[in-house]
């Protein structure tokens, strides 16, 4: 990778790791007791679990190699922290130190899971996009984010307590969240989470028989505005690699709107169970 090509690696990396920690620090009383929530910072790499909800997106280390070089050490510790949660996930950076920390993870019985694609964009770039007639994108506060934690939820097959958890981020400082409407019909919803000059956009979802009505694209548009508005100058988001998914935009469609691709990512999975 080339000097720029680290340097937006690091961008990318740090900005989903702060939206990560954050999220977890919502969870707080009843919802953290229900969810098993945790979280730990080791070596640069943000860690969050939910011991008692068996979903990847909730069970994963972030930033594993990018901040410190990574260790056997550091990834006993890893494994100690997740030791009592069914599966996690570790998303690997291709520019991660050192660079045989996959064959580690393989070695310790992680699988390869799957491969996101990472993309960026310059948040005072000007916008060349026009909304889609017919939707209105609004900012949220914690009255309707049952409403927005309803259309998450059935995206990524949330249970009850998960859909609390995300609830409990709603209004939070430093997040903003939206639902995308058509003739006052929810149909679509996202966050963004801004600290200094960066922006992660994420959690985006739509409600069944609502993709490819353009309510994901308002939904980044209006992130971006926002971002922009809040003196962001990098915005950070994911694809499930460069294929239509209900939960993440496509790649194609994130590059029509100005975003670059930063790298693939892979994402490594530990069940406990080899072979798995």
């Known amino acids: 990778m080339t000097a ?19 999220f977890c620090r919502a969870a707080t009383g009843a919802v953290a007791t229900a969810c098993g929530v945790g979280l730990a910072e080791m070596a640069g790499t943000t860690l969050g679990r939910a011991s008692r909800v068996d979903l990847l997106a909730v069970n994963r280390a972030v930033g594993l190699g990018m901040d410190q070089e990574a260790t056997p050490a550091v ?8 030791r009592d949660v069914p599966r996690f ?3 690997l950076s291709p520019a991660a130190r050192p660079a045989q920390i996959g064959e580690w993870l393989v070695a310790r019985g992680m699988q ?7 993309l960026f964009r310059g948040a005072r ?4 996009f026009t909304p889609v007639p017919g939707l209105r994108v609004e900012q949220i506060d914690s009255a309707l984010a049952s409403v927005a934690a309803t259309i998450i939820g059935d995206a990524f097959g949330f249970p009850d307590e998960m859909r609390a958890w995300w609830s409990a981020a709603v209004g939070r400082p430093d997040w903003i969240h939206y639902l995308a ?33 353009g309510a994901q694209t308002d939904l980044i548009l209006r992130r971006m505005a926002d971002a922009a508005s809040a003196g962001c100058r990098w915005l950070v ?11 993440t935009p496509p790649a194609r469609s994130l590059r029509r709107l100005g975003f670059e ?11 406990g169970e080899p072979g798995a």
Not at 125 to 128: A, D, I, K, V
Not at 183 to 210: K, M
């Open 4 to 22: 720029n090509d680290l340097t937006m690696a690091a961008v990318c990396e740090r900005a989903e790791r702060l939206a990560w920690a954050d």
């Open 75 to 82: 990834l006993d510790g890893i494994f100690d922290f997740y």
């Open 89 to 91: 996930s570790i998303p």
């Open 112 to 118: 390869h899971h799957n491969t996101w694609t990472k």
């Open 125 to 128: 770039e000007p916008l060349r």
């Open 181 to 213: 409407y058509r003739h006052d019909q929810p149909i679509g919803t996202a966050a963004l989470f801004v600290t200094g000059e960066l922006a992660w956009l994420g959690w985006t979802a739509s409600r069944d028989g609502a993709n490819g009505r």
């Open 237 to 247: 988001i994911e694809s499930a690699e460069d294929e239509p998914d209900y939960r």
């Open 261 to 271: 691709v930063a790298y693939q990512r892979p994402n490594y999975v530990w069940t």
